[in-house]
């Protein structure tokens, strides 16, 4: 069986909406898309960090698919699962590129996004 056929993780999808407060302030939401979507979470490397480089946002990991889940930069995406073993407190990543493929894992084509973490900085 191949990583292609049982990813190792799994993860909430959420979409960023936007309402109109009562007082005419913006607030934002983030409602549920898709739940336990197979995916396979990689540490991003120094190159591709450096590379990806973003004000008051750290490129933390890659994130692959075995198709494509449709993923955009207005979604948000929390690991829920590692190799069959709930995380206790998954944390919600933004998603810094729209979903595309990706045959450097060597396993064929898979869909990969590279996700970011607040950091409050400026860099």
């Not at 008051?56 to 829920?80: C, H, M, W």
Request: charged letters at 25%; proline letters at 5%.
């Amino acid at each position: 069986m191949s990583l292609l056929d049982s990813m190792p993780h799994r993860a909430t999808i959420y979409k960023r909406t936007s309402t109109q407060g009562a007082l005419g302030g913006t607030k934002s939401s983030f409602p549920v898309v898709q739940t336990d979507v197979e995916c396979w979470e990689q540490q991003a490397s120094q190159s591709e960090t450096e590379k990806h480089k973003k004000k008051a946002r750290r490129l933390v990991s890659k994130i692959y698919f075995p198709s494509d889940p449709g993923i955009t930069e207005q979604n948000l995406i929390a690991i829920t699962s590692r190799n069959d073993v709930d995380v206790s407190s998954p944390v919600m990543l933004e998603i810094g590129t729209d979903t595309m493929p990706d045959a450097s894992a060597g396993l064929g084509w898979m869909f990969r996004v590279f996700c970011y973490l607040e950091t409050g900085e400026d860099d």
